[in-house]
Each structure stands twice: as structure tokens, then as C-alpha cells.
């Protein structure tokens, strides 16, 4: 378990959930953000494998997606992201492509989903 990947989600409950089904799958080490402004912090101060992060209904996702592009954090410009949102239309999910985001989950998701998504993302497959 020595994939470091970023999840930014501010609902305690589902980003506890997932840290937990993930740690005990032993799928890679969860780092938890809650908000964009630490999410962003956190990747000014340390790298990361991937990241599943909630792009927010002011969607300030996108700009902390456009930033790891940018090559405006330690991460590699090329990290593995994946995103979550209550909604996403057409036009959206065209700019999440053009930035190459791997998956989009709409919510409300099952647990499952998400730890396939970090899977994914992780490069780290599931257990059997």
C-alpha cells in the first residue's frame, strides 16, 4: 500500500467510509482534504499518485484540476484524477475530459463504485 492518493470530499461520512474500505482493502493511503483550499495546500506541499476529489457546486474542482495541468503543484501534470459531482452536463463533462479526468462519479454512488474508481486510479487492483 504505497500509492498516495488525495481525496477531497467535505461529507464526513462518505470520505470515512471510503478511508476505511480503502485502508482495509489495502488499496493505498488515503490523504483527506475537505475543502478546495486544502486540497490545493496539499498539493502545493506534497505529491500524490492520484486523486478523487468532489468538484463542489461552485465547481472549484475544476480549478484545482486545472492547476495539477498546469504543472501549478509538486504532482506530476499528468496525475490520475478522477471527480464527483451531484450533476454534471454535456458542457462539463467536456472540460473534464479535455483535462484528462479518468472517471466521473455522479452522487449519490455506492462505496463500491468509489473504491473501483481509486482502484483505478491507483493502479492497484482490487482483491479477489
Do not use: W
Amino acid at each position: 500500500m504505497n500509492r498516495r492518493l488525495l481525496l477531497l470530499e467535505p461529507h464526513f461520512v462518505m470520505r470515512r467510509t471510503v478511508v476505511t474500505v480503502a485502508r482495509e482493502l489495502r488499496l493505498c493511503e488515503l490523504h483527506e482534504a475537505t475543502s478546495h483550499e486544502a486540497a490545493l495546500r496539499m498539493l502545493k506541499t506534497d505529491i500524490y499518485d492520484g486523486m478523487l476529489a468532489d468538484i463542489g457546486d461552485d465547481m472549484l474542482g475544476l480549478a484545482l484540476v486545472q492547476q495539477v495541468r498546469e504543472g501549478s503543484t509538486l504532482c506530476d501534470s499528468t496525475l490520475p484524477i478522477a471527480v464527483m459531482a451531484g450533476s454534471l452536463d454535456a458542457p462539463t463533462i467536456a472540460m473534464f475530459k479535455q483535462l484528462d479526468v479518468r472517471r466521473m462519479m455522479i452522487k449519490p454512488f455506492k462505496v463500491k463504485t468509489a473504491i473501483e474508481v481509486l482502484s483505478s486510479i491507483s493502479g492497484v487492483p482490487l482483491p479477489n
